[in-house]
């Protein structure tokens, strides 16, 4: 069991190599790369990195998550096409359909049908009801 302490005792060194590998079949592929596009870019065939990032041919990801605007907004959102007012109102049906059955039995099962059967009436009249067009 070690004692707290204000001074620092000194630790065990621990040996730690860091290996280098040597591969001169790719050494040979960089410099052979880097001697062409160099004589590339003296012949003005390819433009060099400097050239590329004054005129915007950079990476793509660069800087997009700062220039995100946050959610779009759909165009003429639906309320009712999202998927959360969806599991909304199945959530508050099966909570009424327990509420409802614990205080009133087995009837409520047949007022929740009538309630059910309405709305879908109604979703479905605003639905293929023609839209009129203000021209």
């Known amino acids: 069991m070690k004692f707290p302490s204000i001074f620092r005792t000194a630790a065990p060194m621990r040996f730690d190599i860091k290996p280098r590998y040597y591969d001169p079949v790719k050494e040979e592929i960089d410099q052979r790369t880097s001697r062409i596009k160099s004589e590339l870019e003296a012949e003005g065939l ?33 309320v009712f096409a999202s998927t959360a007012m969806i599991r ?17 039995g087995p009837i409520v099962f047949e007022y929740l049908a009538y309630v059910v059967a309405i709305v879908v009436g109604i979703y479905y009249f605003f639905r293929l009801k023609p839209k009129k067009k203000h021209e």
Do not use: M
């Open 46 to 78: 390819i433009k060099s990195d400097a050239e590329r990032r004054e005129l915007g041919y950079g990476s793509g990801i660069r800087g997009s998550f700062a220039q995100h605007k946050g959610i779009k907004e759909r165009d003429g959102a639906n």
């Open 88 to 104: 909304t109102f199945i959530f508050l049906l099966l909570l009424g359909s327990i509420f409802g059955y614990v205080y009133f």
